[in-house]
């Protein structure tokens, strides 16, 4: 699981740190333009299913651990 993580983050750092001038129809620095612009909203998306992920995984192994 922390092969998988460290994978996961190292291919998404690039993209998250890429510094780009305002593009697209929101402002370059506000936090409509994170969630708006496709360049953002693929990382947000993959940042969110890998947390769910994880989360989910946890729940799980939380109910193993009870039974």
């Known amino acids: 699981m922390k092969a998988l993580a460290t994978c996961l983050f190292s291919a998404l750092?690039?993209?998250l740190a890429m510094a780009h001038e305002g593009?697209?129809?929101t402002g370059g620095?506000?936090?409509i333009h994170y969630f708006t612009e496709p360049i953002h909203m693929f990382a947000t998306a993959a940042l969110i299913a890998f947390a769910a992920f994880g989360f989910f995984r946890w729940l799980r192994k939380e109910k193993n651990k009870d039974a």
């Open 13 to 15: 750092v690039p993209f």
């Open 29 to 31: 620095y506000t936090i």
């Open 23 to 25: 593009h697209g129809e």
